[in-house]
């Protein structure tokens, strides 16, 4: 972002800013369960439907099989509910009993090709809109400009009194070709930079001058070169004489330039690193992708989330989805950070890996609600255990639309079996971006339930109660939104960020979020009304 957190208070709300709140649909849909659970009674009833499933939860292609007793095995069917392809992929085997029911086994895998940690691809753009520049930039760049050329003069000439005219704007040479004179030569046209622009008055004279900082990144290090002109031909001997006393370059050191670049460096340097409440922390870098500038819009760095593996499962990692398109930058864009499928997903990845996701299921206490109910208490004879997620959540493009897949897992207890059995819990939410909305509509579309007594072997469990929780999804939709909406606003809105070595804070507004879907991919952009305060 534009600099480090200041302060440990913000440090925890700083987390991860979008995907957390993604992550909090875990949360509503195993409370989807729950409330179903207690409208279903004694409905439920013992697995029938058996599978023996073959082959590894994750792998490069989709590779799961499964094996149905022989004498059900003409009357089982069993189908791909997902299209190939990398993500979670769900493999159903069903079987349609008398009366029209139906049960059901679902097998998930987590499918490949799956993201390179040791080559970080650019999975995501931090962009920094020239709205910010005009809005809010230029009133501090002014006054640290002016903080130091105080004192300054010569004579014929005359103190230094004022600055005027001050402009910033993100530029290229095509735009500006006076600007090729300021610039070492060799550099191309579309190389772009920040133009500060300003009038210097003294007591007898103006002084035009123009400043040029190039970001430039090489081998992973962003640096900032600085470049000026100041324009003092005056056609008069007497204060020509001045003008060549004082120098622009005299001009330009006074003009506090580490200052300056620290600012550019900061604008355009990835999120800082993330510490994750209870452990771990989200971390982004910068990748091979070259700095973008459009001139008078906006400037863009690529970046990367750093992607660590699990020590004990090193094949479980973030599937790649490859790159994707950006969304062109409205001219009122002051902060955005853009996040491919794969820079989502990456996210995603570290928040399941250092137990994030997990540790906000169990601070939901869902299980106890549930257990503790009076209605469930007296009339059911199952009971729940906290939920983990057995494997990381993956987003996905599924029929036009961004959806969001989990794998639960969780252990139900009921009084008429002599043991716990090992249940699956797959869900699929979908998130519904209106450009009249601020943050996407989230609804639960599918939900599937699987019981696994032993390794490998799957049992169709409670199919009453995975039916009734399907009829129940739409009560369900509003609660969703209402936690993403809430979520996301408490940790951005008034979020400051601030540097030891910026003059001023960036401070974070109101949040916006919008989405741009393709046939195989998205971009997801998560704007941010921020503004620098001196």
């Not at 480090?4 to 369960?33: C, D, I, K, M, Q």
């Not at 004579?155 to 300021?182: C, E, N, V």
């Not at 790159?323 to 409205?330: D, E, F, I, Q, S």
């Not at 369900?476 to 540097?499: K, R, V, W, Y």
Request: with cysteine.
């Amino acid at each position: 972002m534009i600099a480090s957190r200041g302060g440990a208070p913000h440090s925890e709300r700083s987390l991860v800013r979008s995907t957390f709140g993604l992550g909090l649909f875990g949360a509503a849909v195993v409370a989807v369960h729950v409330v179903a659970l207690i409208f279903v009674g004694r409905a439920c009833r013992s697995p029938s439907l058996a599978v023996d499933t073959h082959g590894a939860q994750v792998d490069q292609t989709r590779s799961l099989t499964g094996t149905v007793p022989s004498q059900l095995q003409p009357r089982v069917t069993q189908q791909w509910e997902t299209p190939p392809g990398p993500g979670l992929q769900r493999l159903r085997w069903a079987i349609e009993r008398r009366g029209g029911q139906v049960e059901s086994v679902t097998a998930t895998q987590l499918v490949g090709p799956f993201i390179d940690p040791q080559k970080p691809a650019c999975t995501g753009r931090v962009v920094v809109g020239q709205a910010l520049l005009q809005n809010s930039a230029v009133a501090l760049v002014t006054k640290l400009a002016d903080e130091n050329l105080r004192g300054t003069g010569a004579f014929g000439i005359g103190d230094y009194r004022s600055l005027g005219g001050m402009t910033l704007t993100w530029a290229q040479l095509g735009k500006h070709p006076d600007d090729r004179s300021l610039l070492p030569s060799g550099s191309k046209p579309e190389r772009g930079y920040l133009r500060i622009a300003f009038d210097v008055h003294f007591d007898r004279v103006t002084v035009p001058m123009v400043l040029a900082l190039v970001p430039e990144l090489h081998n992973g290090e962003l640096s900032t070169a600085i470049y000026s002109r100041a324009k003092l031909e005056f056609g008069n001997r007497v204060l020509q004489w001045a003008s060549d006393k004082l120098g622009g370059d005299r001009l330009a050191t006074k003009l506090a330039r580490k200052e300056l670049s620290q600012f550019v460096l900061s604008a355009l340097a990835p999120p800082p690193p993330v510490p994750l409440p209870g452990g771990g922390t989200l971390r982004f870098t910068y990748c091979d992708q070259p700095l973008q500038i459009v001139d008078s819009a906006y400037a863009a760095l690529p970046m990367a989330v750093v992607i660590t593996p699990l020590p004990s499962a090193p094949t479980v990692l973030p599937p790649t989805f490859g790159p994707t398109t950006w969304a062109p930058v409205p001219a009122t864009t002051t902060l955005a950070l853009d996040l491919s499928l794969d820079g989502l997903n990456s996210v995603l990845f570290e928040c399941w890996r250092h137990g994030l996701l997990d540790r906000v299921l169990a601070d939901a206490k869902i299980d106890q609600a549930f257990n503790n109910d009076e209605l469930v208490r007296e009339f059911l004879t199952v009971r729940i255990s906290p939920l983990r997620l057995a494997l990381p959540p993956v987003a996905q493009v599924r029929a036009g639309a961004l959806v969001l897949g989990t794998e639960a897992a969780l252990s139900i207890a009921d009084t008429d079996r002599a043991a716990p059995l090992l249940g699956h819990a797959w869900s699929q939410i979908s998130l519904q971006f209106d450009a009249s909305a601020k943050l996407p509509h989230a609804s639960l579309q599918q939900l599937a339930l699987t019981c696994e007594p032993t390794p490998g072997h799957l049992e169709a469990c409670y199919p009453l109660l995975a039916q009734a929780v399907g009829n129940r999804t739409t009560q369900f939709d509003q609660s969703l939104t209402n936690a993403l909406a809430t979520t996301l606003n408490q940790l951005f809105t008034g979020t400051e960020l601030t540097s030891p070595d910026v003059p001023g804070s960036l401070v974070l507004g109101e949040l916006s979020m919008q989405a741009t879907v393709t046939e195989a991919n998205a971009a997801l952009r998560l704007n941010l009304a921020a503004a620098l305060r001196q």
